[in-house]
C-alpha cells in the first residue's frame, strides 16, 4: 500500500491515465488503484448518466475489483452536464483523496473533462435557457451557418452534427458578442491547480478499431438494445443529448424502423471507430502526455507495470521539489 507523505500530498500530485475508447483503460487503471491503495476517478462525460450501463462500457462490480469508482452515475439521462460541473465535482473527490494521502488516479477518454480539470475552465457565461430554447427552434443546419459567420475557427473544429457543442458556441457569441474560440484563446487553459502526470495509452489502429468491433458485439449480445428501448419507454427521448451518444443513437434508429438490424451494427461500428479516431486527434494535441504504445502480445500486468514505474518516478521528483507554491494553490482552490 502507497500513502503520500504529507509534504508530498501538498504538491496536489494528479495522475491522469487518458486514451481512446476500447484501448483498455479501465482494467489498467484497476491494478494500477490497487497498487497505490486508491480510487479512480472516472472521466468520462456518457458514464455519469443513470440507467447507461451497457452502452457507455461501464466497469461492472466485478471488473472494478473492489476499487471505488468516483464520477459516474452522477445524474438522469434527461439532466444537463457539462464539464463545468465535472470539474467541480472532481476537484472535490481530488481534494479528498489528498486529504486522505492517496494520490487521486483520473481515468477517462472525454479529453475536455480532462483538460478542464488539469487546467482549469474557459470563464464563458452560464447556459440561458430561453436562448437556447430559440437557437434550438431555428434548426441544426441555420445554427452551423450562423457559427461559421460568427466563429469560423470553431465552426472548422466542430463537426456540424454535434449540437450541443455547436449550440453552446453560438449561444457564447450572442450572450457575449466574443467567438468561443477568442475565449478558449485568452484563457488558454493555462490554470495549474494540481501537479499532473499525463499517460497515454494507444494501440496500432487495426488492433484498437477490432477491438472496438469486439466490443460493441458484446454489448449487443449483453442488452444493449434493451437498454436503449428501456431508456426510451422511461420518457428518455432520441433528442436528449445523452441518448446521442455513440450506440444509443444508432440503436434507436433502428428501433424507430429508420434501417435495419445489419446497418445499425455498422453504423454503431463505423461511428465508434471515427470517433477514437478523433479522441486521438485530441489528445495528441494535449501538452505534456507520456505515451505508452499496448501491442497485443503485451499483458496486462506488463501495461500497468509500466504505468506504475511512471507514476514512481513522478511522484518522486515531486519529492525532490519545494512544495510552498502548490500550499498556496490549495488554499486558493479551497477558499
Not at 289 to 304: F, M, P
Request: glycine fraction near 6%.
Amino acid at each position: 500500500m502507497v500513502m503520500l507523505p504529507d509534504a508530498l500530498s501538498a504538491h496536489c500530485p494528479l495522475v491522469v491515465v487518458l486514451g481512446p475508447t476500447a484501448v483498455g483503460k479501465s482494467r489498467v487503471a484497476v491494478e494500477v488503484a490497487r497498487h497505490f491503495a486508491t480510487e479512480v476517478l472516472t472521466a468520462d462525460s456518457r458514464q455519469v448518466y443513470r440507467g447507461m450501463d451497457i452502452g457507455t462500457d461501464k466497469p461492472t462490480m466485478e471488473e472494478r475489483a473492489g476499487v471505488p469508482h468516483r464520477l459516474i452515475d452522477l445524474v438522469d439521462p434527461d439532466h444537463a452536464f457539462n464539464a463545468g460541473r465535472y470539474r467541480q465535482a472532481a476537484v472535490l473527490e481530488a481534494d479528498r483523496l489528498h486529504a486522505a494521502r492517496r494520490v487521486p488516479l483520473v481515468v477517462g477518454g472525454t479529453g475536455l473533462y480532462i483538460r478542464t480539470l488539469v487546467r482549469g475552465l474557459c470563464p464563458a457565461p452560464p447556459a440561458d435557457p430561453e436562448l437556447r430554447t430559440a437557437l434550438m427552434a431555428i434548426g441544426q443546419d441555420r445554427l452551423y451557418a450562423e457559427l461559421i459567420r460568427t466563429d469560423p475557427e470553431s465552426a472548422a473544429r466542430l463537426h456540424p452534427h454535434d449540437q450541443a457543442k455547436v449550440l453552446r458556441a453560438v449561444e457564447v457569441h450572442r450572450l457575449t458578442g466574443e467567438p468561443m474560440s477568442a475565449l478558449h484563446r485568452r484563457h488558454a487553459f493555462s490554470e495549474t491547480p494540481f501537479t499532473p502526470l499525463l499517460i497515454g495509452l494507444s494501440r496500432p489502429a487495426d488492433q484498437l478499431y477490432r477491438r472496438i468491433e469486439e466490443r460493441i458485439d458484446w454489448q449487443l449480445a449483453h442488452g444493449m438494445v434493451e437498454e436503449t428501448r428501456a431508456l426510451l419507454d422511461r420518457g428518455y427521448g432520441r433528442e436528449l443529448g445523452a441518448m446521442k451518444g455513440l450506440g444509443y443513437r444508432q440503436v434507436a434508429g433502428y428501433l424507430a424502423g429508420e434501417y435495419d438490424y445489419e446497418e445499425m451494427v455498422q453504423r454503431f461500428k463505423r461511428d465508434t471507430r471515427h470517433f477514437a479516431k478523433r479522441q486521438m486527434t485530441w489528445f495528441r494535441k494535449e501538452p505534456g502526455v507520456t505515451w505508452l504504445s499496448i501491442e497485443n502480445d503485451h499483458t496486462l500486468e506488463r501495461t500497468a507495470s509500466e504505468v506504475i514505474n511512471l507514476i514512481d518516478r513522478f511522484l518522486a521528483s515531486l519529492n525532490e521539489s519545494t512544495p510552498s507554491r502548490f500550499i498556496q494553490q490549495v488554499g486558493q482552490r479551497s477558499a
